[in-house]
């Protein structure tokens, strides 16, 4: 992983889809704790995410320009369609490495 700015540089393709481009997911997913509790950490819940004031901002974030913003420049990076739309190709290779990075116990066939 190499410090570029005020971000990490994305590995290379040819280092593999479970590297970690950010220490901070470090201390959301963690294989060895997670596979020691009785629930995957990606079914777990947190009610406190699910009340009036929370929902109310995350919807709001939704239209926060910084956000928008973020998901147009994401977005810029897949291959669209005429309409300007991403196409499922270029969509699946990049959501198959983003959930096995994340859950890396899910297999590929729960992953698409």
Do not use: W
């Amino acid at each position: 992983m190499n410090r570029t700015g005020g971000g990490f540089a994305l590995p290379s393709v040819t280092k593999g889809a479970t590297d970690v481009t950010h220490p901070e997911i470090l201390k959301l997913f963690h294989p060895a704790r997670d596979a020691k509790s009785k629930m995957p950490y990606h079914e777990q819940g947190d009610k406190s995410m699910y009340t009036a004031e929370s929902l109310a901002a995350r919807q709001s974030l939704r239209e926060h320009p910084a956000v928008t913003d973020a998901i147009r420049r994401f977005a810029s990076l897949y291959r669209h369609d005429d309409d300007g739309l991403i196409c499922f190709n270029a969509y699946l290779p990049v959501h198959l490495v983003i959930s096995q990075t994340l859950i890396p116990t899910m297999s590929l066939e729960e992953a698409r």
